[in-house]
């Protein structure tokens, strides 16, 4: 595992909500590090993690509606995006995803 920053994710900060839970700060410190961004509690834009109890990812696919776990990842060309999941446990995971070798086409 690197700690510099990965060319295929650009993200330059990462947020939580000002009341976001130990997991939440966790899992987007995690990602902050990984990705060398700067952590931003309750500032806007960069990647936002959070568990979907603060609302639904922006295109996260309605067949997600019918399942009680779900992870969804989604962060752009421009270093914006999304990290959220049903259950707080998850994020961490989902950051740790993002850790391992990321190619073009698992970026996709």
């Known amino acids: 595992m690197s700690s ?3 060319p295929l994710l650009p993200i330059k900060t990462v ?3 000002d ?3 130990p ?3 966790t899992a987007a410190r995690e990602l902050a590090r990984l990705t060398g961004a700067t952590y931003a509690p309750g500032a806007a834009g960069g990647v936002r993690v959070a568990v979907a109890t603060r609302g639904r990812p922006t295109h996260l696919p309605a067949s997600a509606d019918a399942t009680s776990a779900w992870i ?3 962060i752009g060309d421009d270093g914006r995006g999304e990290v959220c ?3 707080g446990a998850f994020l961490y995971a989902a950051v740790r995803l993002l850790a391992g070798p990321i190619s073009g086409f ?3």
């Open 19 to 21: 009341a976001a839970t």
């Open 4 to 6: 510099s920053p990965n």
């Open 85 to 87: 999941a049903t259950h």
């Open 15 to 17: 947020t939580v909500a």
């Open 106 to 108: 698992t970026r996709e």
């Open 23 to 25: 997991g939440e700060q």
């Open 72 to 74: 969804w990842l989604q």
